[in-house]
């Protein structure tokens, strides 16, 4: 899957707002060692719409710390981890 080209942000409050519908969710991944980051860890949601299909979103948050980035999450998520046949780039999933 070919990511977009990101633009950071300091919130997902206003992503969300435009984002969510009855038929979507929104996740959110958490990855370090990124091609476009490198070691910093970087936070991108990932719309998930009926039918199983998932677009990565253009937007993303960075931070030098797995702490630090997670204070990007907006309230409510759950963290899931990671699947063993994830990308090793992916740290951990938030639903």
């Given amino acids: 899957m070919?990511?977009?080209k990101s633009v950071l942000v300091t919130s997902f409050e206003d992503y969300l707002d435009r984002?969510?519908?009855?038929?979507?969710?929104?996740?959110?991944?958490?990855?370090?060692?990124?091609?476009?980051?490198?070691d910093r860890?970087?936070?991108?949601?990932?719309?998930?719409?009926r039918g199983g299909v998932i677009e990565p979103s253009e937007f993303c948050a960075i931070a030098e710390t797995l702490e630090e980035l997670r204070r990007f999450l907006p309230f409510g998520y759950t963290n899931v981890g990671r699947e063993v046949q994830d990308d090793p780039c992916i740290v951990e999933t938030w639903i």
Avoid: E, M, N
């Fill in 41 to 49: 860890y970087v936070l991108r949601p990932h719309c998930v719409k």
């Fill in 19 to 38: 984002t969510l519908r009855g038929d979507q969710l929104v996740v959110f991944t958490a990855y370090k060692g990124t091609k476009d980051f490198g």
């Fill in 2 to 4: 070919s990511l977009p």
